[in-house]
């Protein structure tokens, strides 16, 4: 019997040898190519716009973030060699605010820093920005972020008010002010609000979310089940412990936030409840499978592999392949991921199978839907992406699986970090090697970008 045990004893030690072997697939680095990694991520808590933080500026947020980075990773504020902010809707006082949250936050005023902006994948491109320095041999050490603060945007007046007080100010004799001011009209005063709008199509993303909800056969329950899925799973990492990205920040006047405030947990039930919120009556995109206002701002520590060992630091993941898409602005605003995706995994000589890790941007659970229902299509495949077949749709048990931009929040421009942070510390958690962020922007853009485990 003894003989007997210790057979099966070294047969299942084999088993599990070869399954952790199966496990490690081949790595990504490549001969004469810098290794970039990722040394930390955090973020402030993403709140609810018109909640506590309604009183602060952008580049408070960022501040909170860029100082929590330093603290975290207890970097000399002179180390650096550049400071990238992403942002959507600018504060006009504070237009470069990667360089005021830079000063604030008491990095070295001898630090460059600047903005950039390209909607929901602001700070993708903020990071990405910081991969392209790093490979280019311009810098070892760069910090990339974002910022969106909604609740207190840049109301204008209106076109002919603003020519009106223009003209008052260059006006130079008593009688030209009062003729100018005799002018104004009572239509004059009614303010120009920025909307979550497509420029060029004027329409919302809203409702363009659910027309592509609609040409992709995704049903109002469909919706509805993803959203709550979004919030419960938010809920549990968040009591879990697992938003390790998350600091705690100490709001001027007001208490320490130190969690997200827009998870939610609902029931289907609940959920049915809400009328649509764009196409009227018969749309399925309401407001709580929709992707809410958000105040927050992240940032990342991003270095060559060979500066970030020489400083003494464990990276968390290797940044490796990405790509941006871009495609029509009408009908295809919100397909970035399905266009992303296949792109970036060529790039990188991988397939769907090989990832471990997605984490896709929550626009919409229409959205969400849609992408899943194009990737898992051939007709798709063969007419839009020019393949034999489909490029198939992420398995649920891999994919966003501590909520996401419906549940956590969507500060526009600070996802982006949130998304890598969450894969390098899903994958040090479950163990994977490779992660796949996805995400849609207005204007019909797109981003995709492989990460790899560090090695534990």
């Known amino acids: 019997r003894r003989n007997q045990t210790h057979v099966t004893l070294t047969a299942c030690y084999c088993l599990h040898f070869l399954s952790v072997q199966t496990k490690s697939k081949k790595t990504l680095a490549r001969p004469g190519v810098k290794n970039i990694v990722l040394v930390e991520g955090v973020r402030t808590p993403f709140l609810l716009s018109g909640t506590t933080y309604a009183d602060l500026m952008p580049h408070d947020l960022a501040r909170a973030a860029l100082q929590g980075l330093l603290h975290r990773t207890g970097l000399p504020k002179d180390a650096v060699d550049y400071i990238i902010y992403g942002t959507v809707i600018q504060e006009v006082k504070t237009s470069n605010v990667a360089r005021e949250a830079a000063l604030g936050a008491g990095f070295s005023d001898k630090i460059p820093a600047h903005t950039v902006t390209m909607a ?176 927050g701002a992240s940032a990342a520590l991003i270095m060559s592999e060979e500066k970030a060992l020489a400083m003494g630091y464990k990276p968390k993941a290797y ?69 034999k077949s489909k490029v198939g749709a992420p398995p649920m048990e891999k994919f966003n699986l501590w909520g996401g931009s419906l549940s956590l929040g969507h500060p526009f421009g600070a996802t982006g970090c949130r998304l890598v942070t969450t894969v390098a510390h899903r994958l040090q958690k479950e163990g994977g090697q490779y992660g796949l962020v996805a995400a849609c922007a207005a204007g019909g853009q797109g981003h995709a970008m492989v990460i790899e485990a560090y090695p534990q």
């Open 319 to 387: 940044l490796r392949d990405f790509v941006y898409v871009s495609q029509d602005p009408k009908d295809q605003l919100l397909l970035g991921p399905t266009y992303g995706t296949p792109k970036v995994l060529e790039r990188a000589g991988l397939t769907m199978s090989d990832i471990d890790v997605f984490e896709f941007h929550e626009a919409f659970a229409g959205q969400i839907m849609a992408n899943m229902k194009a990737l898992d299509s051939d007709w798709f495949g063969q007419t839009y992406l020019g393949r």
């Open 120 to 295: 929901c994948i602001s700070s993708n491109q903020a990071m990405t920005s910081a991969v392209g320095l790093i490979a280019a041999g311009q810098c070892d050490s760069v910090v990339a972020g974002g910022v969106e603060f909604m609740s207190d945007v840049p109301i204008r007046h209106s076109r002919k008010m603003r020519k009106t007080m223009l003209s008052l100010n260059r006006a130079k004799t008593l009688g030209q002010r009062l003729s100018l001011i005799g002018s104004i009209r009572l239509a004059h005063l009614s303010p120009e609000l920025p909307a979550v709008a497509e420029f060029s199509t004027a329409e919302t993303m809203g409702h363009s979310a659910d027309r592509l909800a609609a040409a992709f056969g995704v049903s109002r329950i469909e919706q509805d089940e993803f959203a709550v899925r979004s919030h419960t799973l938010a809920k549990q990492a968040q009591d879990a412990g697992l938003l390790q990205d998350v600091i705690s920040f100490k709001v001027p006047g007001r208490d320490i936030v130190s969690k997200d405030n827009g998870i939610r947990p609902s029931s289907m039930e609940q959920m049915g409840k809400l009328k649509p919120a764009f196409v009227k009556p018969h749309g399925t995109v309401t407001a709580a499978n929709s992707s809410f206002l958000t105040d």
